[in-house]
């Protein structure tokens, strides 16, 4: 199995109440996952443990037969934000983390005129980022993620922030990407929509603390269309299942209250 989270459990110092409880799960080679949920669910500190950016209180990380310790090129994160550095212009925000990466500066040219192509953007490769668009700077970011060549890419909300328009194109050419080199992603997201249109298996999240209520696979063919009749009941079948999680754990802790109480 490519990767393994064993057993999963994290409680941050400030608290004495888990975010995550329990959570295993196991990941082929090439599988594009998505994570959905509540707010509080735990989605985002799934993906920061598996980065190694923080670690768990218990169980185990392991990717491609290596335990995750810390952070390492051989994952790479996506946030909501493009995180870009304002000084460098497109294709040198791409070329940045080659060159950390220690790629010479002839290779660190041909990745990312390739992977700027990749996303459309290799006409605007000398502009400075202030001067492109919400959606042309997730673009960019994109390219950067990719040009690294890692064994996973972990992507957080990346399209969230971004108009309806814009989102939908981006996931096209996501979807078209991910068809071509089949890079192994985690991708956590709000959207039930969006996670039916991407994933292979969808990960339902219930909260309070963080646990994994559901694994459902998604069948469709690609490109997969949101009218579409069986994408429409999938996404219903999803929905009942986030809102069942978030009403079990409301009751709890409704319960919890009013047996203080008493």
Known sequence: ???????????????????ICNVSLEVEKGEFICIVGPSGCGKSTILNLIAGLIQPSSGEIILDGEPVKGPGADRV?????AALFPWLNVMENVMFGLDAAGYGKKEQEELAEKYLRMVQLWNYKDYPIHQISGGMKQRTALARALA???????????FSALDKQTINVLREELEGIWEKNKKTILYVTHSVEEAIYFADRVIVMSENPGRIREIIPIELPRPRKVENEDFVALRHQILQSVRAGVEKSMKKEFDEEVSDEV
Request: no cysteine; proline share 3%; net charge negative.
């Open 148 to 158: 690294l060549d890692s064994k996973l890419l972990l992507m957080d909300e990346p």
């Open 1 to 19: 199995m490519y990767l393994q989270l064993k057993e999963i459990n994290k409680t941050f110092d400030n608290t004495d109440r888990e975010t």
């Open 77 to 81: 994160v996506m946030f909501q934000e």
